[in-house]
């Protein structure tokens, strides 16, 4: 006998696997295997947790006559930040990765500094890190910009527009049959970028400020399918961005951090200590003094935000277990012991 009693009725929900290709608050849109989008709702934890986000796989049931996420497949990458205010909490921007693009418009001169605490967020996620320098059209010394980040980010690097339709293949190329994240500013173009990639206008977008500034016009996140196969997610653009730990580091500085493991001494701290490889490079000129500064403070930001989000994980522990064991205290006196 199936899953239908013999009276008709059904013994168990209809259950069903999908893609989140779209989240809003307490309900999210998914994909099922036949190409169709619905609506679920998301019943959250008493903490909050156990909620999807775009790229997630689930899994859904029927309850009556309406739709719930039931199940959150574990993510095999995630693009996390930390969350705005010092929290040690992070906030899943997209799941489920195959490659992180870096989307920095040359309309203006971009900032090193930014680019690179950009991809410690994007190398954090588990997946590939590439700078897309968008809006090329707008800057006639877009391949010397290109040169400037690849040498001094050790990056690699696209050049496109979204207007002329130029470098545009490569940065489809990025996502394959797969799944590419935008990651960056407001006003760095990725919505442009996600139009023009798609083929036809399914994001929104807005004129730059004037003081230079772009206007947040993606306010969710959404999974886009490619033409030529493979999707692509537009995220909101982030004015501030905070590191969530010190993984994403050694992909995104890899220079330094082999430099700093050749030194004499493990806990060199880089200033006076004999045998120091990061100080001789700085004198003979092979690291510049900014990227050095650059991952010097991103590792204390990232290096406080652990020792937050462990000592905040200590203390639900304790909690909880203060919780369990007013409960087993209510029971054994309820039963007299």
């Known amino acids: 006998m199936d899953a239908q009693t013999q009276s008709g009725t059904s013994r168990t929900p209809e259950r069903w696997r999908g893609r989140v290709v779209r989240g809003d608050r307490g309900v999210v849109r998914v994909r099922r295997a036949d190409g169709e989008d619905v609506a679920a709702r998301v019943v959250p934890g008493p903490g909050g947790e156990s909620v999807p986000c775009v790229g997630d796989w689930v899994s859904v049931e029927a309850v009556g006559a309406e739709l719930r996420v039931v199940e959150i497949e574990p993510r095999r990458t995630a693009l996390e930040r930390a969350e705005p205010g010092g929290s040690s909490r992070r906030q899943v921007l997209a799941a489920n990765l195959d490659a992180v693009a870096v989307v920095v418009g040359l309309d203006q001169m971009p900032s090193l500094a930014k680019v690179e605490r950009l991809l410690v967020v994007a190398w954090a996620s588990g997946a590939p890190a590439t700078v897309v320098l968008t809006k090329a059209d707008l800057a006639s010394d877009g391949p010397d ?30 996502a394959g049959d797969g799944t590419l994240a935008l990651l960056g500013s407001s006003g760095a173009g990725k919505s442009s970028l996600v139009n023009a990639l798609a083929g036809e206008d399914l994001v929104a977008t807005s004129e730059i400020r004037a003081d230079g500034r772009g206007r947040h016009t993606t306010v969710r996140r959404e999974l886009v399918a490619l033409p030529g196969g493979g999707w692509v997610i537009d995220t909101p653009g982030l004015r501030g961005v905070g590191v969530t730990d010190t993984e994403g580091l050694v992909a995104a500085f890899a220079d ?22 990061v100080r001789a490079a700085l004198d003979a000129g092979t690291l510049s003094l900014r990227r050095f500064e650059s991952w010097r403070a991103l590792q204390r930001e990232a290096q406080w935000l652990e020792r937050r989000a462990d000592a905040r994980l200590a203390a639900e522990q304790n909690r909880k277990l203060r919780r369990s064991t007013r409960a087993q205290r209510r029971y054994r006196r309820a039963r007299g012991h």
């Open 145 to 174: 910009v290109a040169e400037e980040v690849t040498t001094q980010l050790g990056a690699p690097v696209v050049l496109c527009s979204a207007r002329t339709g130029d470098g545009l293949a490569e940065v489809a190329a990025l």
């Open 256 to 277: 330094v951090e082999e430099l700093a493991a050749s030194c004499r001494f493990a806990d060199c701290g880089h200033q006076v200590e004999p045998g120091c490889a």
